[in-house]
């Protein structure tokens, strides 16, 4: 449980979250990262070791630089992720057409004592 938290954490932030999207189309350097987030390459670096610590990344060095690239791992937290989102998307969608209040709002307004 302490890691889906700690994954979900790592990709909170911004920032972090910007450099998975750079990663989404493929390996990148550190300073790459740094020109397109228009940050410097301290701060990337701590981003980057945090996704690390998640195991949402990986570095692997290339001549003298090292490429980040995100893991297998990192995928499949990601691919669940969002199937998850989009299932309770469209279970509030369906419960909105029926004209129903959604989710945990309705259960917190019912009276019954079966939920």
Same mark, same amino acid.
């Given at each position: 449980?302490?890691?889906?938290?700690?994954?979900?954490?790592?990709?909170?932030?911004?920032?972090? +979250? %910007?450099?998975?999207?750079? *990663?989404?189309?493929?390996? $990148?350097?550190?300073?790459?990262?740094?020109?397109? *987030?228009?940050?410097?390459?301290?701060?990337?670096?701590?981003?980057?070791?945090?996704?690390? !610590? /998640? %195991?949402?990344?990986?570095? $692997?060095?290339?001549?003298?630089? $090292?490429?980040?690239?995100?893991?297998?791992?990192? %995928?499949? +937290? +990601?691919?669940?992720?969002? !199937?998850?989102?989009?299932?309770?998307?469209?279970? !509030?969608?369906?419960?909105?057409? $029926?004209?129903?209040?959604?989710?945990?709002? /309705?259960?917190? !307004?019912? %009276?019954?004592?079966?939920?």
């Amino acid at each position: 449980m302490e890691d889906i938290i700690g994954k979900y954490k790592a990709v909170a932030d911004e920032t972090r +979250f %910007r450099i998975l999207i750079l *990663l989404a189309d493929g390996d $990148r350097c550190v300073c790459d990262i740094e020109h397109e *987030l228009d940050m410097s390459q301290s701060l990337i670096s701590q981003h980057l070791s945090k996704l690390k !610590n /998640a %195991r949402l990344i990986k570095d $692997r060095k290339i001549g003298k630089w $090292r490429h980040y690239y995100i893991t297998e791992e990192g %995928r499949k +937290f +990601f691919k669940t992720s969002i !199937n998850d989102i989009l299932l309770v998307l469209k279970k !509030n969608h369906i419960t909105k057409k $029926r004209g129903q209040k959604s989710g945990l709002l /309705a259960r917190s !307004n019912c %009276r019954e004592e079966k939920c």
